[in-house]
């Protein structure tokens, strides 16, 4: 048999069902190691030969482990990714990196000094559609960006708010609509269309204003260094997961993600270029999308190669550093000027 990865989960909550399905699904690796301070989130697992800690300290001094995934609380990621890294493993980070940008900076000088692989998981980077657009814009066939809008309006309700002690607070998740549900289109904002330059934005509690410290409706306009300019608007204050809609207008074309599908604007009527078959392939929400697996197998690739991975912690920034951007604009009332580190 090929070469197996020791997989290591720290944080088995609801985002762990679609790494230990799309883990389950991947020969190249091999799940020994779970660890949550809540016992019981661990049932998740039957499997008696995968070993149970509670404390993730003892899962990285255990060498059956060689690549750790991290499912934790924000304001966790950056000390148990770096904690990771200094024990000698490679890392699969869910978003975001971390919750503040000091943290982020940190983590990024621990990866250039590591000789593991650290990934953050931005799957929407794999839709099949993101990655059309991707080939369509890496082509040329484009032109120049002038513009593009985001547009996520999700349902977070106080229950959600209750699940766990960590959301709602900055000191625990360091922000709401941005920092969680909406970074990964923001991702796609700098992915997609090049570095961005400047945001000014506004965030509001309206809905939740009784139950979060965080925000549930955000609007805000960017720059990209080029030039081009964008819009995005987010809340968890709408009444289910609709689908998010990704607008980038060029000079010779105007396209849209869309759920699963990428369209182009025809005379401002949509016509669909690609449609993602084959649907959710772990175990998850449709509306996460169905890059996890796609994402994860590439990193066990890149570990497997010896390289480093596509969307590392320097990749994971520019998404981060919006939301901060945001919030700091929302502060003052001026524009934000983003830096790269
Ligand atoms: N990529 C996506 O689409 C996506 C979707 C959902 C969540 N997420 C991200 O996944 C992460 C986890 O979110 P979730 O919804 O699963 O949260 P959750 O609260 O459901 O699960 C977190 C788990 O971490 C455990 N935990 C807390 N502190 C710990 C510690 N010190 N050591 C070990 N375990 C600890 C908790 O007991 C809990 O079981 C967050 O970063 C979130 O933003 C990503």
């Not at 692989?117 to 931005?122: G, K």
């Not at 513009?147 to 996520?152: E, L, Q, T």
């Not at 961005?196 to 960017?222: P, Q, W």
């Not at 819009?231 to 396209?255: C, G, H, Q, R, W």
Request: charged share 25%; net charge negative; aromatic share 8%.
């Amino acid at each position: 048999m090929e070469k197996q990865i020791g997989i290591g989960i720290i944080g088995l909550g609801s985002v762990s069902r679609a790494h230990i399905g799309a883990i389950a699904l991947l020969p190249q690796a091999r799940l020994c190691a779970i660890c949550d301070i809540d016992p019981a989130a661990m049932d998740v697992i039957k499997d008696a030969a995968v070993k149970r800690y509670t404390d993730y300290h003892s899962l990285l001094a255990d060498p059956d482990v060689e690549l750790v995934h991290i499912l934790t609380p924000h304001y966790l990621h950056a000390r148990m990714a770096i904690d990771a890294l200094e024990a000698g493993k490679h890392v699969i980070l869910e978003k975001p990196m971390a919750s503040e940008l000091n943290d982020a900076k940190r983590l990024i000088e621990a990866a250039d000094r590591a000789k593991t692989t650290l990934s953050v998981i931005f799957q929407n980077r794999y839709n099949p559609s993101t990655r059309e657009l991707k080939r369509l814009i890496d082509s040329g066939a484009c032109g120049k960006l002038l513009g593009s809008r985001a547009v996520i309006t999700w349902c977070r309700s106080k229950e959600y708010y209750k699940s766990g002690s960590w959301r709602g607070r900055w000191e625990t998740e360091g922000g709401g609509a941005l920092i969680n549900q909406s970074i990964h289109t923001l991702d796609l904002l700098s992915y997609l269309g090049g570095p961005i330059s400047r945001v000014k934005g506004h965030i509001s509690t309206d809905l939740l204003s009784d139950a979060i410290e965080v925000e549930d409706n955000v609007h805000a306009v960017f720059e990209y260094a080029s030039g081009a300019r964008g819009v995005i608007f987010a809340s968890t204050n709408y009444v289910n997961d609709a689908p998010i809609m990704l607008e980038m207008v060029f000079e010779n074309a105007t396209y849209q993600l869309w759920a699963d599908k990428l369209f182009r604007l025809i005379d401002g009527i949509p016509d669909l270029v690609l449609r993602e078959e084959g649907g959710q392939t772990v175990d998850g929400k449709a509306y996460w999308g169905t890059g996890h697996k796609a994402e994860i197998a590439a990193v066990y690739q890149a570990v497997l190669e010896g390289k480093q991975f596509e969307i590392d912690a320097r990749s994971a920034y520019p998404a981060l550093d919006l939301v901060k951007g945001i919030y700091e604009s929302s502060l003052t009332g001026a524009w934000h000027r983003l830096a790269t580190p």
